[in-house]
């Protein structure tokens, strides 16, 4: 996996989880806090398998999703102030930090651009503009891929908190079943993945062209 990606790709497993722990907090829940895990230190956060192994598997295995997750903030849904409907927002406030966070990669990599030329020709200048493109790319991609409406992932949480109770009831049965579901698909149906991230993308991009970054990438 290319060093350019690796700075990126900490911080924005980092700050999906302390965004969870952080809306959580803010609903009622102090789990997270008395973990420890309201904290922008990635060493609580880092998974062996999700924050290392996973990323790697899939980079030796060429697929086209390069995907990584950190340790899950713990959350208790029953001590959140409405439990259905934080739910539903404890899980979109993962993807919104990555949505945001791609939007503070591109910002820095334009405003880099405009930095003196001899900063620019050097190693630290091509690595700091060429890492927030990648921050920018990779961040939308972990808030697409988080979004699948498959549970563990917060897209199976937010239909949860959609769903009327007996349908939810049903549907968080699927939870056994999810993690592996998303494995199989990730290592042995990547382009369906891939297509869904692409459409998913290319709709935050398309707003963000418009509204956020126009003519940029």
Not at 157 to 166: A, E, F, K, Q
């Amino acid at each position: 996996m290319s060093m350019l990606w690796l700075f990126p790709l900490l911080i924005s497993v980092v700050f999906h989880e302390y965004a969870h722990g952080w809306v959580a907090y803010k609903l009622g829940d102090t789990t997270a806090k008395r973990a420890g895990r309201l904290t922008l230190n990635p060493i609580p956060h880092i998974d062996p398998i999700g924050t290392v192994l996973l990323p790697l598997l899939l980079w030796i295995s060429h697929s086209p999703v390069i995907f990584a997750s950190a340790k899950p903030v713990p959350v208790n849904f029953a001590a959140l102030h409405n439990p259905k409907r934080d739910m539903g927002l404890v899980a979109l406030a993962g993807p919104a930090m990555n949505m945001l966070l791609g939007i503070v990669f591109a910002w820095v990599a334009i405003g880099c651009a405009h930095l003196p030329e001899s900063f620019l020709a050097t190693g630290i200048g091509q690595y700091l503009i060429q890492s927030c493109v990648a921050g920018y790319h990779l961040s939308l991609a972990l808030a697409a891929f988080n979004m699948l409406p498959i549970l563990p992932l917060d897209g199976g949480r937010v239909v949860c908190s959609l769903l009327p109770d007996s349908w939810a009831r049903e549907y968080i049965q699927t939870e056994r079943y999810g993690i592996w579901v998303v494995l199989f698909a990730l290592l042995f149906l990547p382009q369906i993945i891939y297509a869904y991230m692409n459409w998913f993308i290319g709709g935050l991009q398309a707003i963000a062209s418009v509204f956020l970054l126009p003519g940029l990438f």
